[in-house]
């Protein structure tokens, strides 16, 4: 049975989905998807920050807690429904990648709240979180790295010119057909890294 990976590029509400796997050096992409993140594909629960900030500051956690649990639980859906589809095509999903946002770490909700430059990081940074703890579940090893380190790292792990790696990724979805987009690519990389990553 041959090891696969998935790769996320995550955004408020939703994150692009790669799963790859590599045979001899060489990467191949067995799923990608665009996997909602909130059951009602609304600004209301895709800016759960947004629209706490709106709200009386207990009304507000709660609210935030309800999107969060939602995530968590969408993402663990998806990912086993992923390990299952996978697993009958001979692949086992070990490992998943997760691309990061350059942001600081978060302070407490009230201070959030008051500042609409953490409130745009605190709703990334929740549908972050709902993928890593949704792939822990499933048993996947996490690899997370901040956008800007991305091929850097890559290139070092995989032992490939950024170059060489960014032509690499481009070809990956010819196959597949357009659109290969900026997110998919980046979730592709994030995930062969991933799985390149020593447990």
């Known amino acids: 049975m041959q090891s696969a990976?998935?790769?996320?590029?995550?955004?408020?509400?939703?994150?692009?989905?790669a799963?790859?796997?590599?045979t001899k050096g060489a990467p191949h992409v067995l799923a990608r998807d665009r996997l909602h993140l909130v059951e009602t594909f609304t600004y209301k629960f895709r800016q759960p920050y947004h629209t706490g900030e709106r709200l009386p500051l207990d009304k507000a956690r709660i609210f935030i807690a309800l999107v969060d649990k939602q995530a968590k639980s969408l993402a663990y859906r998806a990912i086993r429904r992923l390990q299952k589809s996978l697993l009958e095509q001979g692949y086992r999903l070990t490992h998943c990648g997760l691309v990061l946002a350059s942001g600081r770490p978060l302070p407490s909700l009230p201070q959030i709240l008051g500042s609409h430059a953490l409130i745009h990081?605190?709703?990334?940074?929740l549908f972050?979180?709902?993928?890593?703890?949704?792939?822990?579940?499933?048993?996947?090893?996490?690899?997370?790295?901040?956008?800007?380190?991305?091929l850097n790292e890559a290139s070092q792990a995989l032992r490939l010119k950024p170059n060489v790696?960014?032509?690499?990724?481009?070809?990956?979805?010819?196959?597949l057909g357009a659109p290969?987009?900026?997110d998919e690519k980046l979730a592709s990389l994030v995930a062969w890294l991933a799985l390149a990553s020593k447990p």
């Not at 979180?129 to 997370?144: D, E, N, P, Q």
């Not at 790696?165 to 196959?175: F, H, S």
């Open 5 to 17: 990976a998935l790769g996320f590029r995550a955004h408020s509400g939703w994150t692009a989905l």
């Open 19 to 22: 799963a790859l796997s590599v």
């Open 121 to 125: 990081t605190a709703d990334g940074e």
């Open 128 to 150: 972050r979180r709902a993928l890593l703890h949704a792939s822990a579940r499933c048993g996947l090893a996490g690899r997370a790295v901040k956008e800007r380190e991305l």
């Open 165 to 175: 790696l960014t032509g690499r990724i481009a070809e990956l979805g010819r196959p």
């Open 180 to 182: 290969w987009t900026q």
